[in-house]
């Protein structure tokens, strides 16, 4: 054993394991039970059991959960951080996760049923998103702005207050980073309500953050219901923001819910995502980018590109290669290197996916590969559905318009640039699409055409920390994971002042 592994051995003997049979709720920096001491069971998805409890916060544990953000908010002491002492916490705050990345992912995979590849990209890019914001929040500052006269004009950045943010299932540690660093680089202080299916490493996430040296109060994480708990906080007086990712329908429900105290609201909502896959294109790297776009994360993703549009002249060659390969992927034991899909993520979520498939085939499309559910061997018991292609698909059918959630894409031709721009706006979403073509000027056409916050061009992957990450339409608005993300937690404060020898009489009296 190196040196740095006793080190890092050392570290996590001292700490509290991430593997428990029972996790409390955080607040105020303290690890409490539910006020009337009510548990959730957490499942396996993979397997359909239960290994673990969670405390199941009530609308009293909420109220101390907001008492302590305001207090921790209102004291000052960490929004008054130098600069460069709050960038150093976070740091240290990636610099712990990076040094438990194995057990985060091991948690993450037990609590999600996701293949292990997708939970360390996973883990990983949360790790990076706290080193990305300890570096923004340095040059994130006010400006000096020209006004004619004697006159000076600045602004200042200040923290916008207490945040609430409501995590999906579907990536909980990565989406929990994505919230919680640009609001504590900003200097706010943040409620945590994680999805009652995972909320594990987002519990764990906030131990780091105190470990790490965040002050006490200043990240508070409230597993419960989000029907009682994330309600109560959206219409809380004393919480100043909501940020929320999940479906379009919920984050409706939100925008009004804040709208009586006029909170700050930031919303990442669903996606039917189109992929257009030109004649000139690489049709190698377009079937391998394509069946990452809609297979990663079993298809659980809300920039899954589950509508592939293809230009006629290759659509056979296209489709051929795309079943062909959609065939060979691996999906069973979530901790196998050679897995691609994990399981969906509980038996709900299962029955849906099987719906949209019915109502496709009843509808008169054709399934060209999977559209079954799967029973990997020594996992009976827990969800699982095969990579699915349904063809002979027209443009009204439910799965092509409404969001599946799951490992389920569709297919179908288009004639030319024009028809295939028109067949990618027809949706009431707009998170991402992809093109692929070896004509860039073609790309950057279509691109500048496309209703959608984020366009791929020849591939697969839509954000990095510092990639401004959001939609147009009911897909939401905000963006999250860049610099300018880091406004959405902050107040502009404008100062003007005089500086002319003569003193000022506007009114000349």
Known sequence: MTKTQETQTETQTETQSMKRDFYKLFINGEQVESSNGGRTKVYNPAT???FAEVAKATKEDAQKAVEAAREAFDNGKWKRFPVNKRSRVLNKIAEIMRSRFNELVELEVLNTG???????????????????????LVGHRGSVNPVPGQFHNYTEKEPVGVCAQIIPWNYPLMMAAWKVAPAIAAGCSVIIKPASLTPLTAIILG?????AGVPVGVVNILPGS?????????????????????????????????????????????????????????????VDGSIYGIYNNTGQSCDARSRIYIHESVYDEFVEKFIEKTNKL???NPFDKATHLGAVIDKNQMDTIERY??????????????????????????????????????????????????????VSKFKDEKEAIALANDSEFG?????????????????????????MINCPFSAFPGTPFGGYKQSGFGRELAIETLDLYSETKSIMSYYGSRPLNPFGL
């Open 226 to 286: 989000g029907s009682e708990i994330g309600n109560y906080l959206v219409e809380h007086e004393l919480v100043n923001k909501v940020a929320f990712t999940g479906s379009t329908p919920i984050g409706k429900d939100i925008m009004g819910r804040a709208s009586n105290t006029l909170k700050r609201v930031t919303l990442e909502l669903g996606g039917k995502s189109p992929n257009l896959v030109f004649e000139d294109a690489d049709i190698e790297a377009a």
């Open 330 to 332: 691996v999906v069973g």
């Open 357 to 410: 498939v019915q109502s496709a085939i009843d509808e008169g499309a054709e399934i060209l590969a999977g559209g079954k559910v799967l029973n990997p061997v020594g996992f009976e018991n827990g969800y699982w559905y095969a990579p699915t292609v349904i063809g002979n698909v027209a443009q009204d059918m439910k799965v092509v318009q409404e969001e599946i959630f799951g490992p389920v894409v569709v």
């Open 114 to 136: 996701k293949s292990l590849s997708a939970a360390q990209a996973q883990i990983n890019q949360a790790v990076e998103d706290f080193e990305f914001y300890a570096g923004a």
């Open 48 to 50: 359909g059991e239960v």
């Open 207 to 211: 131990e780091i953050c105190l470990e």
């Open 431 to 455: 998170l991402a699409s992809a093109i692929w073509s070896t004509n860039g000027a073609r790309a950057t056409r279509v691109a500048n055409q496309i209703e959608a916050g984020i366009v």
